[in-house]
T-cell receptor, first 116, second 111 residues
Framework: AAGVIQSPRHLIKEKRETATLKCYPI?????VYWYQQGPGQDPQFLIS???????DKGSIPDRFSAQQFSDYHSELNMSSLELGDSALYFC???????????????FGEGSWLTVV | KQEVTQIPAALSVPEGENLVLNCSFTDSAIYNLQWFRQDPGKGLTSLLLIQSSQREQTSGRLNASLDKSSGRSTLYIAASQPGDSATYLCAVGYNNNDMRFGAGTRLTVKP
């Protein structure tokens, strides 16, 4: 079965550079989420999109932005990178539809970002 | 503040034991609760999803329960195997777009 695909799997950037992470949700899923997991920490919600519109915003820094495109893939853009941005970035997707009580959320393997 | 706590932080058991992982949350106005498994350096694999109206869900050797009134969930793993070794994360959904994760329980099952 198709899963959530993230690219690149590993990325090394220098401070103050820009990085872009891509996410391809499970086909027919209408919701995409981005999470950040620092070393030894639990995942923190950054932002989500439903049907290509921003749906909810968590602890995403102003230096970061994200969007969902017409083909439902999403990109997380990170600028002016700091050492503290080094983390595992997860994308997840779900099929929300019109169900109010939520659906199973499926995570990708994550993209490792190292800022040096 | 919506906090999710998992106890214990780490657990080591011999193969074959049944075990219970605990998750507690401060805000009982939840939409759902999901248990995940995370292997080192890997993504999160969904194990079980419990809707707010449900009390438990079962999948194979796994059983998850939910008690909203007391703000608790448990993940029961029967007949543990070395392949069950991983970090188990509890995530509470407070709306359709956000989940709050616990810090996880790191499980080691020794052969």
């Amino acid at each position: 079965a198709a899963g959530v695909i993230q690219s690149p799997r590993h990325l090394i950037k220098e401070k103050r550079e820009t990085a872009t992470l891509k996410c391809y949700p499970i086909p027919r899923h209408d919701t995409v989420y981005w999470y950040q997991q620092g070393p030894g920490q639990d995942p923190q919600f950054l932002i989500s999109f439903y049907e290509k519109m921003q749906s909810d915003k968590g602890s995403i820094p102003d230096r970061f932005s994200a969007q969902q495109f017409s083909d439902y893939h999403s990109e997380l853009n990170m600028s002016s990178l700091e050492l503290g941005d080094s983390a595992l970035y997860f994308c997840a997707s779900s099929l929300r539809g019109h169900r109010p009580s939520g659906n199973t959320i499926y995570f990708g393997e994550g993209s490792w970002l190292t800022v040096v | 503040k919506q906090e999710v706590t998992q106890i214990p932080a780490a657990l080591s058991v011999p193969e074959g034991e049944n075990l219970v992982l605990n998750c507690s949350f401060t805000d009982s106005a939840i939409y759902n609760l999901q248990w995940f498994r995370q292997d080192p350096g890997k993504g999160l694999t969904s194990l079980l999803l419990i809707q707010s109206s449900q009390r438990e869900q079962t999948s194979g050797r796994l059983n998850a329960s939910l008690d909203k009134s007391s703000g608790r969930s448990t993940l029961y793993i029967a007949a543990s195997q070395p392949g069950d070794s991983a970090t188990y994360l509890c995530a509470v959904g407070y709306n359709n777009n956000d989940m709050r994760f616990g810090a996880g329980t790191r499980l080691t099952v020794k052969p």
